[in-house]
């Protein structure tokens, strides 16, 4: 019996959800990875509060959802995270995501030589993706 082995994509969103369950936030746990053109991780990151900042996990509640105000979420999102901590930005070709990114994250990973953006869940908001399509290809959830 020949056994074919997972793809490289399914690999790189499989390890996103687990970095995802890193997450502090209460309301959608994200896990992002970030390879180059060879398909080596060169990033990951979760989405969690900035330093400093208490984590809803910690504090037992959301605090956008408790204030009913989005802006107190005191939160960084995985992309944010996962670009952060990427030492060669240069480098980026392939970013995957749990979530499809937002409008803010999109602009940020614009501004870096990403080719490829792969996700399993789409995001609620379409002008990420808009944006996105209007210069690049390859946006899009497995």
């Not at 499989?14 to 995802?20: D, K, N, Q, T």
């Not at 937002?102 to 995001?123: A, D, G, L």
């Given at each position: 019996m020949i056994k074919k082995?997972?793809?490289?994509?399914r690999t790189y969103l499989?390890?996103?959800?687990?970095?995802?369950l890193r997450s502090t936030c209460l309301d959608?746990?994200?896990?992002?990875?970030?390879?180059?053109?060879?398909?080596?991780?060169?990033?990951?990151?979760?989405?969690?509060?900035?330093?400093?900042?208490?984590?809803?996990?910690?504090l037992g509640?959301?605090?956008?959802?408790?204030?009913?105000?989005p802006n107190d979420c005191p939160s960084a999102h995985a992309e944010q995270n996962a670009?952060?901590?990427c030492r060669v930005p240069e480098q980026i070709h392939t970013i995957y995501i749990t979530l499809s990114p937002?409008?803010?994250?999109?602009?940020?990973?614009?501004?870096?030589?990403?080719?490829?953006?792969?996700?399993?869940?789409?995001?609620r908001h379409t002008e990420a993706k808009i944006l996105w399509e209007?210069?690049?290809e390859n946006y899009g959830n497995i």
């Open positions: 082995r997972i793809s490289a994509d499989a390890m996103a959800h687990v970095i995802s959608k746990q994200v896990g992002c990875v970030i390879v180059n053109k060879q398909n080596e991780i060169i990033a990951t990151g979760y989405n969690g509060a900035s330093r400093g900042v208490e984590h809803c996990i910690d509640y959301c605090k956008k959802e408790y204030s009913g105000n670009l952060l901590q937002c409008i803010v994250c999109i602009r940020m990973i614009m501004n870096t030589p990403c080719k490829r953006i792969v996700f399993s869940e789409e995001y209007g210069g690049w």
